[in-house]
């Protein structure tokens, strides 16, 4: 293969690098932004899912302007957005500046995330797909390790402003390295860009294929929204907490990128299955028993082998020429779940009295993927998406 689609792969990763990063952001600053503004964890919750407020409203319209003027202009401008709101919620004082920074920010990563997979299947075809999917794919929880990782040492040395401040970065570099390195692809310079819209059929795959990466990502991201919260009130040190939330997203990257191959060999049903499992079972387990770096293994590891085939067969619920509109669709109801999943959790929280509360609400969301998945499997042949894939 030539060099532009990984170079342009690169781009879309460290995107989705920095989506996951700003979408941390907060519950990794939760220790000081809680007893800073005096927030209740359902508040907290609210302040996390703001981030993805306005993705209900704008993912299929976004689809659409991406069908319309193309994918750099519409994604260029997402990552540009994700820069912009990161500056604005550094220089909040308040919950609302930094709830509105958050806002714009979200916003651009609609724009980046509802065009990416379609680019994927613009640029990469046969087993390359499952590839490339499976990159982009495992980049987001990259993005939640790395904010683990780097905003309390920021935090401790230069405050909360510069912490929040570290959320433009990443944007910023996969802008750059976007713009540098996106052309349209020679095949898809025939394909007329006119409003348009899926088949009916198209669009009920689309919203039940959505719905399954809805409970998963929303289970997912809520666990680890109040997962640093659990392990303080229980008593372990940062230390163990940075472990803890590094297996369980960094862990992510060999399953999934394992999750294809395992896919290609004993069948998408039986790695799903396996995974959404592993993912709910380890969540359960965090908040029930002690064992924090055993269960951060099951879940973080075994239990992200899906995401790729969840990926897959939601890419290819639609025609390539009703890809960007159907992916816009598609995550409309990702959105929508992942709107109001933290805050969900947040009062699962407290009317438990303990973040534990919201651990278990995430594991219940995240088992909802079975049979959402199984009734899109009972819509459409899952072995010939995946053969096309």
């Not at 995974?275 to 969540?283: F, I």
């Not at 805050?343 to 995240?366: F, M, N, S």
Request: aromatic residues 10%; charged residues 10%; glycine residues 14%.
């Amino acid at each position: 293969m030539q060099l532009r689609p990984w170079m342009i792969l690169a781009a879309l990763a460290l995107g989705r690098i920095a989506y996951g990063y700003q979408f941390q952001t907060v519950a990794t600053l939760a220790t000081d932004l809680v007893p800073r503004f005096g927030l209740s964890y359902a508040g907290l919750g609210s302040l996390i899912g703001s981030y993805n407020l306005l993705g209900m409203f704008v993912a299929l319209p976004l689809g659409l302007l991406g069908r319309r003027f193309g994918d750099r202009v519409v994604l260029g401008t997402g990552l540009a957005l994700m820069v912009a709101g990161a500056c604005l919620s550094a220089v909040g004082d308040t919950p609302a500046v930094i709830t509105a920074g958050r806002v714009v920010a979200g916003a651009g990563g609609v724009a980046m995330i509802v065009l990416q997979s379609k680019v994927i299947a613009d640029w990469f075809t046969g087993p390359w797909f499952m590839v490339g999917i499976s990159v982009s794919v495992c980049a987001f929880p990259i993005g939640m390790g790395l904010a683990a990782l780097v905003l309390p040492a920021v935090l401790d040395g230069f405050g909360v402003r510069a912490a929040l401040l570290t959320d433009a970065v990443p944007a910023a570099m996969a802008l750059v390295l976007f713009l540098a390195s996106y052309r349209e692809p020679a095949h898809r310079e025939a394909v007329p860009r006119r409003f348009s819209l899926p088949s009916r059929r198209e669009c009920l795959l689309l919203v039940v294929a959505g719905g399954v990466w809805t409970v998963y990502t929303a289970g997912y991201s809520g666990f680890l929204s109040y997962l640093p919260s659990s392990l303080a009130g229980r008593g372990y040190g940062l230390a163990v907490t940075a472990l803890v939330m590094t297996i369980a997203t960094w862990g992510s990257v060999a399953g999934t990128l394992a999750g294809g191959g395992l896919a290609a060999r004993f069948g998408g049903l039986l790695v799903f299955l396996t995974g959404t499992v592993s993912l709910s079972g380890g969540m359960a387990g965090s908040a029930l028993s002690g064992w924090p770096v055993a269960w951060a293994l099951l879940l973080g590891v075994v239990g992200s082998i899906q995401p790729g085939v969840i990926m897959a067969v939601g890419t290819l619920s639609a025609r390539a020429e009703n890809r960007a509109v159907g992916m816009g669709l598609f995550y409309t109801m990702y959105y929508l779940g992942g709107t109001f999943a933290p805050g969900l959790c947040g009062v699962a929280a407290d009317y438990a009295g303990r973040p534990e509360g919201a651990l278990l609400a995430a594991a219940g969301i995240a088992a909802l993927a079975v049979p959402l998945f199984v009734l899109h499997r009972g819509l459409v042949s899952h072995a010939t998406m995946l053969v096309r894939a």
